[in-house]
Structures are given as structure tokens and as C-alpha cells.
Nanobody, 134 residues
Framework: LMCSCRVWGGLVQAGGSLRLSCAAS????????IVWFRQAPGMEREGVSC????????YYADSVKGRFTISSDNAENTVYLQMNNLKPEDTAVYYC???????????????????????????WGKGTQVTVSS
């Protein structure tokens, strides 16, 4: 199993952009969801975005809607998180995780309605610091 994340610049000014990537291999299931999490000091972990395999449905936390875009290259088992119009409140350690989901099952498997969640996630990537200066 291999699951890792890469950031194309960990320090940006407010209003700037960053692109994160998460590459994974060795999954033992066909239907999976990739989730981007972040956690800032003193804050709970937040699932900012997630994407499902095959149908490529995307979901976002309220805090990043309209600014972040998740996409995937399924052939390369890579998921990207394009972060635009970054704000200081986006400063956190970002990491990705993956797990199986049940097609046709409740969306709450991976999305609470306000953010992505960590149910049934078995693969966890290494965190990467993102800092946004004001």
C-alpha cells in the first residue's frame, strides 16, 4: 500500500493558490472515496473535500465551497485538491485518506452534509503543512 500527499508550495499569501496531490496504490476494493482532511492547532479535524471513484462525485465542506476544487486521475490513482483564494483560516496540516463505500448507500457514509467524514477510511496519508499569511 502506498498513500502520500504533495503540496506545491506550503506558504502562500492570502488570496493565493496551492495545489495538493494524493497518490495511492494497493487498494483492495473497487468503490472507494478519497477524502482531504485538515487540522489546525486547537481545532477539530475537518474533512474539506472528498471524491468518489467511478462516478467522480465531489463534496465540500462549507468552509471551502467555491474556493477549493477536488479532481482525480483515476488511471494514476491520484486525487488533486486545487485551493484558490486562500485565507489565513485555511492554515492547517492537510492530509488525505481513502476507504471503501457502498454504492447506493447513504451519502452519510462519507459526507455529513457540511463536511466529509472519516467513516470506513482505512488508508491514511502523511500530513503536509499549509500556511496562509495575511
Amino acid at each position: 500500500l502506498m498513500c502520500s500527499c504533495r503540496v506545491w508550495g506550503g506558504l502562500v499569501q492570502a488570496g493565493g493558490s496551492l495545489r495538493l496531490s494524493c497518490a495511492a496504490s494497493g487498494f483492495t476494493f473497487d468503490h472507494y472515496v478519497i477524502v482531504w482532511f485538515r487540522q489546525a492547532p486547537g481545532m477539530e479535524r475537518e474533512g474539506v473535500s472528498c471524491i468518489t471513484s467511478s462516478d467522480h462525485n465531489t463534496y465540500y465542506a462549507d468552509s471551502v465551497k467555491g474556493r477549493f476544487t477536488i479532481s482525480s486521475d483515476n488511471a494514476e490513482n491520484t486525487v488533486y485538491l486545487q485551493m484558490n483564494n486562500l485565507k489565513p483560516e485555511d492554515t492547517a496540516v492537510y492530509y488525505c485518506a481513502a476507504g471503501s463505500y457502498f454504492p447506493g448507500g447513504p451519502i452519510e457514509q462519507f459526507y455529513s452534509g457540511t463536511q466529509c467524514v472519516d467513516h470506513n477510511l482505512a488508508y491514511w496519508g502523511k500530513g503536509t503543512q499549509v500556511t496562509v499569511s495575511s
